[in-house]
């Protein structure tokens, strides 16, 4: 019971710092607290066994990286390019059923959109 109730407030903080994020004024700080988002789902994914969603949490983490860097590479399409398809190789190497699917293609399409 006190590890569910661990599991659920580490993701709770994450939807919580998710949130804020939205009350940032710059993209930086934005994509700076999405990166702190992403590690707390990160970490509850793989509490739950979760390898496919904690995985691809990691290449959130570095998204998040990117786009808050000054680095033009790193926000350009050749890097969204690259993490876009570490995730098809994470689907590849995590795969245990179909709904490892989910969180893959809803990274890609996050991936994309930002």
Do not use: D, K
Request: glycine content about 6%.
């Amino acid at each position: 019971m006190v590890h569910f109730i661990l599991v659920q407030a580490v993701c709770f903080l994450g939807t919580i710092i998710f949130f804020l994020s939205y009350q940032c004024r710059s993209n930086r700080n934005l994509f700076r607290m999405q990166l702190a988002s992403y590690c707390c789902y990160m970490i509850h994914m793989f509490l739950l066994g979760a390898l496919t969603g904690g995985t691809s949490y990691i290449l959130n983490v570095v998204r998040s990286y990117c786009l808050s860097s000054r680095s033009r590479f790193l926000h350009s399409w050749q890097m969204c390019g690259v993490i876009c398809c570490l995730q098809l190789v994470t689907l590849y190497l995590t795969w245990s059923n179909w709904w490892s699917l989910l969180p893959i293609v809803a990274n890609i399409a996050t991936t994309i959109g930002e």
